[in-house]
């Protein structure tokens, strides 16, 4: 008797110290605050773009979910498997571009709301007068524009990829599975004059979702078992994933649209390199054919040269009066001073300067792929490190005022410095400046004189 007493309070005394204890929930399971929506790196991407030089009027009639998907699930669902608010969120994707600055977005979505309130305000305007007993103005026009922009939400595909993995020793084990799905959006930009589609544009975006569950079960004695067991489920919003393909979707069209020169960023030297950017991230326009042209192969003296053929920059006698007469006619005048056995060459051409990536100075550039100006480059050498052959090249080039660009950059795990000479507005002026390159390396009898030298549009 006393034994089941004492067993008695022992269970009520644990009972108790459960009850002075939260519960084991995780803590982003519990229910927090309302808070503004999350700020996602689509939004980010939008709002610091540098503003429009000109803000765009637009009206969005709609964008609807197209895909006519219900909610997945080991049930029939009657709720759609995406968001159908979706010219909610491009509207507010178009506000955010430059930060206000790049769309004038007209109200087009809720237009007979707007019509009957303008309408009853017309109708009580007649009526009354204002506080001075005059008659109040009439309303302003409404807006207009010349572009609208049409699409939707277009695909979702669930599980595109579904997978999991688990193991499990002596009752005691744990599980972990995933699954994908994916959501697409298309957005075209309309012209109101004729009809015409200027732009197309469309994003993915994949959902992910993960289960982790682990346990026990475990016979501690022949008529005695241990089991529990825990776990956790991660879901990410599909209204989420819309919103962001939606906002990629607004950025691409943005870039796509200057790529066209309908509209162009006030900013001309930023909007260049962010459209550099966008292609070399989402479009990979540069690996295939610059790598091709570009690939780095070692030579026996460690250093880097260009796949093109030697002979590539040894014209014919004929092709060198040839250009030297194109030389003259595009203003692009050099001169020859051979003192001492030295080849002095001063290039004295605007159209050959105004493109260069950076000023006129004593030092080279030192820059990242990302950070050079759009143009043609003439690449003289590339190399793994640059010693006291290299600097000696660089202070030649430099010494006969060409503008000199390092890169540092990294193919196949491999980092190196390319010497480039550039940027230059046309391949024209680039060839001519390689072909005098190549005049001054004959001159040389270090490694200068046994490159090749390769042409490269950034």
Request: glycine share 8%.
């Amino acid at each position: 008797m006393k034994r089941k007493v004492l067993l008695l309070s022992l269970g009520l005394v644990v009972l108790s110290g459960c009850s002075s204890h939260p519960p084991i929930v995780p803590e982003v399971a519990r229910s927090n605050e309302a808070t503004l929506g999350a700020v996602t790196k689509t939004e980010k991407m939008l709002r610091e773009l540098p503003p429009a030089k000109k803000p765009l009027t637009v009206s969005v009639y709609k964008f609807n979910d197209l895909t006519g998907q219900n909610k997945p699930g080991e049930t029939p669902q009657y709720s759609r498997a995406v968001t159908q608010g979706g010219l909610a969120i491009l509207k507010n994707a178009l506000l955010d571009a430059g930060s206000h600055t790049w769309f004038r977005v007209l109200e087009r979505g809720g237009l007979q709301d707007l019509l009957q309130e303008r309408k009853i305000i017309r109708a009580m305007r007649s009526e009354y007068l204002g506080p001075d007993g005059k008659k109040l103005p009439p309303l302003s026009p409404l807006l207009y524009s010349g572009i609208i922009l049409e699409g939707g939400i277009v695909a979702y595909e669930s599980n595109v990829m579904t997978g999991g993995a688990g193991a499990r020793y002596l009752g005691i084990g744990g599980s972990t599975q995933y699954s994908r799905d994916m959501v697409t959006v298309y957005l075209r930009l309309v012209s109101v004059n004729n009809g015409e589609v200027l732009l197309s544009v469309n994003a993915s975006k994949t959902i992910y979702s993960t289960s982790t569950q682990g346990g026990v079960f475990y016979f501690v004695a022949y008529d005695e078992l241990a089991e529990g067991e825990t776990g956790f489920t991660m879901n990410e919003p599909p209204q989420l994933a819309v919103r962001q393909a939606i906002e990629m979707a607004v950025y691409a069209l943005i870039m796509e649209g200057y790529k066209q020169k309908l509209w162009e960023f006030s900013d001309p030297v930023k909007g260049r390199q962010l459209y550099a950017q966008y292609v070399r991230k989402y479009h990979g326009e540069r690996d295939s054919a610059e790598n091709s042209r570009m690939a780095m192969n070692t030579t026996e003296e460690g250093h880097y040269s260009s796949d093109y053929p030697v002979s590539a920059v040894k014209p014919a006698a004929a092709e060198k009066a040839a250009m030297s007469d194109k030389f003259l006619n595009t203003k692009l005048r050099r001169k020859e001073d051979i003192a001492g056995g030295q080849l002095k060459t001063a290039y004295q051409s605007e159209h050959a300067r105004s493109e260069a990536t950076g000023p006129s100075e004593r030092e080279p550039q030192f820059k990242t792929r990302e950070q050079l100006g759009r143009g043609w480059y003439v690449q003289v050498l590339a190399v793994k490190s640059i010693n006291a052959e290299e600097r000696e090249i660089i202070e030649e080039l430099i010494a006969h005022n060409l503008p000199v660009v390092i890169q540092k950059a990294t193919v196949a795990s491999v980092s190196y410095y390319r010497i480039l000479v550039g940027a230059f507005a046309s391949r024209s002026l680039a060839e001519k400046v390689r072909y005098e390159i190549a005049l001054l390396a004959t001159k040389k009898g270090n490694v200068f004189g046994r490159r090749v030298y390769s042409i490269a549009k950034i």
